[in-house]
């Protein structure tokens, strides 16, 4: 889906468009990654889910940032072109930061894998005994650098972040980070979800100004968990792509072929999960 404006970038879901006057149009699409690939079948709605999801979410945390002197990218989710209405945001231009801020209040994933050979991610040392699922004692800032399309993210050390933005910066970047997950957290588990973990990424305004940019807080982004169920030692079940990822795990797909079509209850599956969470979160029926 594209529209009449200049074509600045095009990511692994989003394209994003020279909306002028220092403004950019962000058009998440129904493209799914996993492994670093783009998936041939798309996931009916995943667009829209992403969009309306993070525009909710900036709301929420607005207080969070202004305590922190910081704001967020959106400008507006109703004055965007009626051809990607429901799916587009216009946002502030801004120079954004080489950084993925990644938050986790659980252990899952990479994570679980480098502390089972570490007994750490990173620099970040985690007490001994945990397993697949365990809440952490605090949250802890694992960030990784921000790859481009089909390449692979990597875990950073935050010397790497010091080095990358400044020792200052670095700071204000992982005490922000914390303070919007700890406060997502809390607002996600009030609806019966855990939030295990997520991703930021932040930019500079023309006027110095730390701004909270992307996404937030999607199931691209993040990994939801019903808070019913939780059960540390295995994987979680979850409102986000991780079922993607364990369909194609099992799938036989050795991750450097092109990936396989996904079947469509798989497509139906994953749809499910996005607009679950999605209506979970916001306490609002998707449509």
Request: a negative charge.
């Amino acid at each position: 889906m594209t529209v009449d404006l200049p074509l600045v970038a095009r990511g692994k879901v989003r394209e994003i468009y020279d909306a002028g006057d220092d403004r950019l149009l962000l058009v998440a699409s129904d493209r799914i990654s996993a492994y670093d690939h783009v998936l041939p079948t798309p996931i009916p709605d995943k667009g829209r889910v992403l969009t309306q999801l993070s525009v909710w979410w900036f709301e929420q945390l607005t207080p969070v940032l202004e305590q922190f002197g910081a704001s967020h990218h959106l400008v507006s989710a109703v004055d965007v072109p009626a051809e990607v209405a429901g799916r587009a945001m216009l946002v502030r231009r801004l120079d954004m930061l080489p950084v993925e801020c990644v938050a986790r209040g659980y252990l899952s994933g990479s994570g679980t894998v480098e502390y089972s050979r570490t007994g750490s991610i990173r620099d970040v040392a985690l007490p001994a005994g945990l397993v697949e699922g365990s809440e952490l004692p605090v949250p802890v800032f694992t960030p990784s650098t921000k790859a481009e399309v089909g390449e692979h993210d990597e875990a950073i050390d935050f010397s790497a972040v010091q080095g990358a933005v400044g020792a200052g910066r670095a700071a204000e970047l992982r005490e922000l980070t914390l303070a919007l997950y700890s406060r997502a957290a809390e607002i996600a588990l009030g609806a019966g979800i855990i939030l295990a973990d997520t991703k930021f990424e932040f930019g500079i305004s023309p006027e110095g100004g730390l701004v909270l940019g992307d996404e937030v807080l999607t199931p691209d982004s993040s990994r939801f968990w019903p808070a019913a169920t939780w059960e540390p030692g295995a994987v979680q079940p979850s409102y986000d792509k991780q079922y993607v990822r364990d369909w194609l795990t099992s799938s036989g797909w050795d991750r450097a072929s092109p990936p396989p079509e996904l079947p469509s209850a798989v497509v139906e599956a994953t749809r499910d999960r996005y607009v679950t969470a999605y209506e979970q979160l916001t306490g609002r029926r998707f449509g």
